[in-house]
């Protein structure tokens, strides 16, 4: 299991922009896959983005597509969401996640960093 603390949150107008970090303890974060989701009020938690151990492969949630970029740096056991051209419909609380190597599921969990988009 690997702890993971998100950070970066906040208060945008709509066309802004924010940068997430999700910082994870342990000396294995580079053997994991993580990930981004994101849960609004009254909505089940919906997949965001990925982003392979190596950061050789990501793919991203048709909504977020060209808006957001999701990179990490394994020296900082650290990974990061750039969120550009935010709407209002980005609102929710964003949680990173962790895939160990040849698991099946995201298993660890942060505990939310709220992002709020003003219109």
């Known amino acids: 299991q690997v702890q993971l603390v998100e950070s970066g949150g906040g208060l945008v107008q709509a066309g802004g922009s924010l940068r997430l970090s999700c910082a994870a303890s342990g000396r294995t974060f580079s053997t994991y896959t993580m990930g981004w989701f994101r849960q609004a009020p009254g909505k089940e938690r919906e997949f965001v983005a990925t982003i392979s151990w190596s950061g050789g492969f990501t793919y991203y949630a048709d909504s977020v597509k060209g808006r957001f970029t999701i990179f990490r740096d394994n020296a900082k056991n650290t990974v990061y969401m750039q969120m550009n051209s935010l709407k209002p419909e980005d609102t929710a609380v964003y949680y990173c996640?962790?895939?160990?190597?040849?698991?099946?599921?995201?298993?660890?969990w942060g505990q939310g960093t709220q992002v709020t988009v003003s219109s």
């Open positions: 996640a962790a895939k160990g190597k040849g698991g099946p599921d995201f298993s660890s």
